[in-house]
């Protein structure tokens, strides 16, 4: 699997878990919780992109 791949999936797996830690928590933190989903959005939307460049590579062969 391509290194940059590799990439995005750990940081979604770090940014995640923390996303999930800071939603357990007793006294929320709004904004850090906002925040967190965000990069998780983002780095979905990332890996989306490079599978489907990947998929379109795979077809022009």
């Known amino acids: 699997m391509d ?3 590799c990439e995005l ?3 979604y797996a770090l940014a ?3 996303l999930d830690k ?3 928590e007793m006294t929320r933190r709004e904004h850090l919780i906002d925040e967190y ?3 998780c959005l983002d780095l ?3 890996v ?3 599978l489907a460049l990947r998929k379109g590579k795979s077809y022009r062969r």
């Open 37 to 39: 989903r965000q990069i």
């Open 16 to 18: 995640s878990t923390t």
């Open 9 to 11: 999936f750990e940081a």
């Open 22 to 24: 800071l939603e357990r």
């Open 48 to 50: 989306m992109t490079m």
């Open 3 to 5: 290194e940059r791949i």
């Open 44 to 46: 979905q939307a990332d």
